[in-house]
């Protein structure tokens, strides 16, 4: 990851974000922990002692590694304050991504976020999603992750919300559960509804995996429109 992002790649310098999931216990992912801080030491980004008010611009995370995890079952200062009325272990509950490959394998014990893990993801922090208008849905480090069919069906009910909540915080779609065949979305349907990270099964490397690197940027955003405007790749 470390030679993908920037000590091998002169192309970019905008900050990489590695979403985890994490189903490993406390020791595991001390571990985890430990090998990260070393393989990536020099450009993890320096998190605050604080959970941040604002997040910082993509510009002041040049060169930087960000990590994405759910919170640890400790409260947030959020939950603190009564924003979140849920139960303390919400942020660690099932995403949808979870819930959808579920029923293919055995229930086993959900394991807990470790505080060490937790504290790395601070400025981009995994939530359960239940509705764009959940107090959790204006946190500045949240990070919805949803499958393609809820992007969809938000984007079709309130595409406005769904727009207007992407050009303020972090979104995440991942590929249905109903992609037996290990199939692929097209990014580009996603990054036009303000969706900043978009996830791929790259178990099958299919049309979309192969014309990736030429998809032209920048894209032209719309709350409406499925219609694109592509200028010339950055060198």
Request: charged share 25%; hydrophobic share 35%; net charge positive.
């Amino acid at each position: 990851i470390a030679k993908a992002s920037y000590r091998n790649n002169k192309s970019s310098n905008l900050p990489v974000i590695v979403s985890l999931e994490v189903h490993a216990g406390p020791e595991q992912q001390q571990i985890m922990v430990e090998i990260m801080e070393q393989c990536w030491r020099g450009l993890l980004v320096q998190v605050p002692a604080e959970d941040p008010k604002v997040l910082p611009s993509p510009a002041e995370l040049r060169n930087k590694i960000l990590v994405k995890a759910k919170a640890s079952s400790k409260k947030t200062p959020e939950t603190s304050k009564g924003l979140n009325k849920s139960h303390p272990h919400d942020s660690e509950s099932e995403s949808e991504e979870e819930k959808e490959a579920s029923s293919a394998r055995p229930k086993a014990k959900k394991s807990s976020i470790i505080e060490a893990l937790s504290a790395m993801a601070k400025y981009t922090r995994g939530y359960h999603f239940k509705s764009l208008l959940a107090p959790e849905a204006t946190f500045p480090t949240h990070v919805f992750s949803l499958s393609e069919s809820k992007v969809m069906g938000l984007h079709q009910s309130d595409g406005p919300t769904l727009f207007s909540h992407n050009k303020n915080y972090l979104m995440r779609a991942f590929p249905s559960g109903k992609r037996v065949s290990s199939s692929n979305l097209d990014p580009t349907i996603f990054w036009r509804k303000g969706v900043q990270m978009v996830a791929l099964n790259w178990q099958r490397f299919d049309a979309v995996c192969l014309n990736i690197p030429q998809i032209k940027f920048p894209i032209a955003l719309s709350a409406d429109s499925d219609r694109s405007s592509l200028g010339l790749n950055a060198e």
